[in-house]
């Protein structure tokens, strides 16, 4: 595991580690926001033409969703996926109410070229 992982959880398992808001800074959020876009660019390049890309991350903050970050030569798949997830954006969000289970948000995106 990643040391910004034990540092930082995904906040939307603050459900089941209600310790973690007394852990997390506000600059914890950008700075994650940072890495996760910096992650998502570096492998967009290795999507092979067609191919999908599927970005999810445990949170419900719209700063770290990546949603307004689509890969260049990349298109959003927006067909629903299997659950209780909610439109959110171009991609879906499932909320801890909705099924009892963490926060969370998925993006996905075919290769255009």
Excluded: N
Excluded at 64 to 76: K, Q, Y
Aim: some cysteine; charged content about 25%; proline content about 8%.
């Amino acid at each position: 595991m990643c040391w910004w992982m034990r540092r930082v959880p995904g906040l939307g398992t603050l459900r089941r580690r209600p310790d973690a808001r007394w852990r997390v800074q506000p600059s914890s959020v950008g700075e994650l926001a940072a890495l996760q876009q910096r992650i998502v660019d570096d492998v967009a390049d290795l999507v092979a033409p067609g191919g999908t890309l599927t970005y999810s991350v445990c949170t419900l903050l719209a700063e770290e969703s990546a949603e307004h970050r689509v890969p260049d030569g990349s298109t959003p798949i927006t067909d629903r996926p299997a659950g209780t997830w909610r439109p959110f954006g171009t991609g879906w969000r499932v909320l801890p109410q909705d099924a009892g289970t963490d926060g969370m948000i998925l993006f996905r995106w075919r290769r255009t070229g």
